[in-house]
């Protein structure tokens, strides 16, 4: 059973940065693609960014794209997400996801394109 958690999650003000920590308990983590997504209140669950397995693919929403950077540390299974120049509508519950197998490049973006997901880390942004 694969079991996520996340951490990193904090109040901070427009510019600032975050990195938040996704720790994967499966046994073969580098078998895995990750994904980081978020869901503010009121509003759909919306897919951020994806690392293939081996950390040689990854890909980015638009509203992300430039300041966020997801990495992966596969002998510590562990998923970053390090978020620069953070705006009040990042403001959102963030979350990590896994799938075993290769990410999708057209589906990378889908809540139902991965099986396992943590509990979730808030991050708020205050202007």
């Known amino acids: 059973q694969v079991q996520l958690v996340e951490s990193g999650g904090g109040s901070v003000q427009a510019g600032g940065s975050l990195r938040l920590s996704c720790a994967n308990s499966?046994?073969?983590?580098?078998?895995?693609?990750m994904g980081w997504f978020r869901q503010a209140p009121g509003k759909k669950r919306e897919g951020l960014s994806s690392i293939a397995t081996e950390g040689g693919s990854t890909y980015y929403a638009p509203s992300v794209k430039g300041r966020f950077t997801i990495s992966r540390d596969n002998a510590k299974s562990l998923l970053y997400l390090q978020m620069n120049s953070l705006k009040p509508d990042d403001t959102a519950m963030y979350y990590c996801?896994?799938?075993?197998?290769?990410?999708?490049?057209?589906?990378?973006?889908?809540?139902?394109?991965?099986?396992?997901w943590g509990q979730g880390t808030q991050v708020t942004v205050s202007s």
């Open positions: 499966g046994t073969t983590y580098n078998s895995y693609c």
């Open positions: 996801a896994a799938q075993i197998g290769a990410c999708s490049s057209t589906v990378w973006s889908s809540e139902y394109a991965y099986r396992y």
